[in-house]
């Protein structure tokens, strides 16, 4: 996949801000175009919060399943 000079260095700068290597932050970048473009009512700050959620491990006492 041939991607634009542009891009990866905006990832790169982005990325070492949030301690990400370049194929994380576009990773992130399109999981954030993915959850914009499917609820295009959200804010950011909830797309973000939303995502976040996603990786933190589940509290025992609130497990499902």
Same mark, same amino acid.
């Given at each position: 996949? &041939?991607?634009?000079?542009?891009?990866?260095? +905006?990832?790169?700068?982005?990325? @070492?801000? +949030?301690?990400?290597?370049? $194929? &994380? +932050?576009?990773?992130?970048?399109?999981?954030?175009? &993915?959850?914009?473009? #499917? @609820? $295009?009512?959200?804010?950011?700050?909830?797309?973000?919060?939303?995502?976040?959620?996603? +990786? #933190?491990? $589940?509290?025992? #006492?609130?497990?499902?399943?």
């Amino acid at each position: 996949m &041939k991607l634009s000079e542009s891009l990866v260095e +905006q990832a790169r700068l982005h990325g @070492n801000v +949030q301690h990400r290597s370049v $194929p &994380k +932050q576009i990773e992130y970048w399109s999981r954030i175009g &993915k959850v914009a473009e #499917e @609820n $295009p009512d959200l804010p950011f700050s909830m797309i973000r919060d939303i995502l976040i959620a996603r +990786q #933190e491990q $589940p509290v025992e #006492e609130y497990r499902f399943g």
